[in-house]
């Protein structure tokens, strides 16, 4: 059982910088691959970057490649996404994901992960 939470979102101009948290609460995290994705109004959940159970290996989604960085701290439970550069079609809820049983060949699908935070609003205006 894995419990996360969302933070740091909020309104920012075009060309600025963000930086999101995700705190997570169980035993199970550091053996957890985690992931960001973003959901616009009526558009899916779209991946944005993941990270390997050790911080190993990353990826991201072509647009946010050069811009954005994930990381991750497992002694404070903890997974972060900087974002640089920010542009208004990066606006959406930012959610983050925790996965406990999926290869790294999946990381990119939403059904790889078990659990969910509620999502933190992320709008990047003109």
């Known amino acids: 059982q894995v419990q996360l939470a969302e933070s740091g979102g909020g309104l920012v101009q075009a060309g600025g910088s963000r930086r999101l948290s995700c705190e997570a609460s169980g035993r199970t995290f550091s053996s957890s691959a985690m992931g960001w994705f973003r959901q616009a109004p009526g558009k899916g959940r779209e991946f944005v970057a993941a990270i390997s159970r050790d911080g190993g290996s990353t990826d991201y989604v072509d647009s946010a490649k050069g811009r954005f960085t994930i990381s991750r701290d497992n002694a404070k439970g903890t997974v972060y996404l900087q974002m640089n550069g920010l542009q208004p079609e990066d606006t959406g809820v930012y959610y983050c994901?925790?996965?406990?049983?999926?290869?790294?060949?999946?990381?990119?699908?939403?059904?790889?992960?078990?659990?969910w935070g509620q999502g933190t609003q992320v709008t990047v205006s003109s």
């Open positions: 994901g925790a996965d406990q049983g999926s290869r790294w060949y999946a990381r990119r699908m939403v059904s790889a992960y078990d659990y």
